[in-house]
């Protein structure tokens, strides 16, 4: 039984309750959570953003590879040595196609012609291995410096005006992934080029925001 106990982890939950008790001075109720946030005044469970910060905290402190902890982030898995052969196919693919991205996104990294990071940067792996260069990027600031004169000549843009020219934008970024699908002789991949690249964009947009590059 103790064997049995120590396998499904029981041990780890008498630890849990004891640490809940020294925390919130009591015992665990029906809906405590086992895993809760020690910073948190109150029973919360931890958050998947807290999970992930102290997991990679942890593979950082052990010396794991770098490309392991890109893994990871990307798909969630730890793959340990020797526990995860019996993986299901799609989950090895998974977790293959996230180590392969890790060295796509270096070795892009240490293209001459990539922008200064201090100018363009972003964790969006798509956007990190696409080839993004510094003329791109000149020509978009090109754009934005045609645009500016009219975005703020009084009254300014509208709120309304600018959802709309921002659809126009993602409209032609679309319609464009969409035909590379024909020029690049995958026509049916068409329709899921055009999806990744609206989703991408709202992604984007996003990361630019919270950046406050806007």
Not at 81 to 96: F, H, M, V
Not at 189 to 196: I, T
Request: hydrophobic share 35%.
């Amino acid at each position: 039984m103790r064997k049995l106990a120590s396998r499904f982890g029981w041990r780890r939950i008498d630890g849990q309750r004891q640490r809940f008790r020294e925390k919130f001075g009591r015992d665990w109720g029906p809906n405590d959570p086992a895993f809760f946030d020690p910073d948190a005044p109150v029973p919360t469970r931890l958050s998947e953003v807290k999970v992930q910060a102290d997991v990679l905290d942890a593979m950082r402190k052990a010396g794991t590879p770098p490309e392991v902890m890109h893994a990871y982030k990307r798909t969630g898995l730890i793959r340990v040595e020797g526990l995860s052969e019996g993986w299901p196919p799609d989950r090895t693919a998974e977790w293959n196609q996230a180590i392969e991205e890790y060295f796509a996104i270096e070795a892009a990294s240490k293209d001459p012609d990539t922008p200064d990071p201090r100018e363009w940067t972003t964790e969006i792996p798509e956007l990190l291995v696409s080839g993004f260069t510094r003329q791109d990027l000149n020509k978009i600031h090109e754009i934005l410096h045609v645009i500016a004169p009219i975005e703020v000549r009084p009254p300014g843009l509208k709120v309304v005006q600018r959802i709309e020219l921002a659809a126009v934008f993602l409209a032609s970024a679309c319609d464009c992934a969409y035909d590379s699908a024909d020029a690049t002789g995958s026509p049916g991949e068409g329709p899921e080029l055009y999806a990744k690249t609206e989703e991408i964009v709202v992604r984007c947009a996003r990361e630019i925001y919270a950046d406050d590059r806007a």
